[in-house]
């Protein structure tokens, strides 16, 4: 991103929901659902980082946790947003869904993708502890893990300000 934005140039950085799980082992047997995530510590952050922009440059640059599939975790401090960040980019399933952070958007965009088809993305993935098992049991998981976080999403698009969907989603 490379327009102005006031009278400075604007840079953009991405800030991700996912970040914010609690990890595993966790308490309840399904991952990721809205409970596995710390909603509260998600917008304390993003609070932070919009009271580190209306400061300007030369206010702090803010570590952020960041996420790779590989590790499944959290990494504690694996991002960091530079002071001289002008856009940030919140993404995640949730964000509109929890409304302390949705507060604290400028704009919610929502992509709004058929059931049908996210879970069948989701059930074409390779999973290390379902390799070698029927496609069967790939589509089970998908419905019982990710059909219920396809809900969640959708009943939150009342909140968003724009939904985007439509064929170049792949529907």
Avoid: K
Avoid at 84 to 97: M, R
Wanted: a negative charge.
């Amino acid at each position: 991103m490379g327009r102005r934005v006031g009278q400075r140039e604007s840079s953009c950085a991405d800030v991700n929901g996912r970040t914010w799980g609690y990890g595993r082992p966790c308490s309840r047997p399904v991952l990721p659902q809205p409970f596995t995530f710390d909603d509260a510590a998600f917008a304390r952050a993003v609070e932070s980082l919009c009271e580190s922009r209306e400061e300007g440059v030369g206010s702090p640059d803010l570590a952020f946790p960041s996420f790779d599939h590989a590790v499944g975790d959290p990494i504690e401090g694996g991002a960091e947003i530079p002071s001289s960040v002008s856009v940030v980019i919140v993404e995640g399933n949730y964000v509109i869904h929890w409304p302390a952070v949705r507060a604290l958007l400028d704009e919610a965009w929502q992509l709004s993708t058929p059931r049908s088809l996210c879970l069948d993305r989701v059930a074409s993935r390779p999973l290390p502890h379902l390799a070698g098992r029927p496609r069967s049991d790939y589509v089970a998981r998908a419905e019982s893990n990710d059909g219920p976080n396809w809900d969640t999403v959708y009943m939150s698009q009342g909140d968003a300000d724009v939904v985007l969907g439509g064929g170049w989603l792949g529907a």
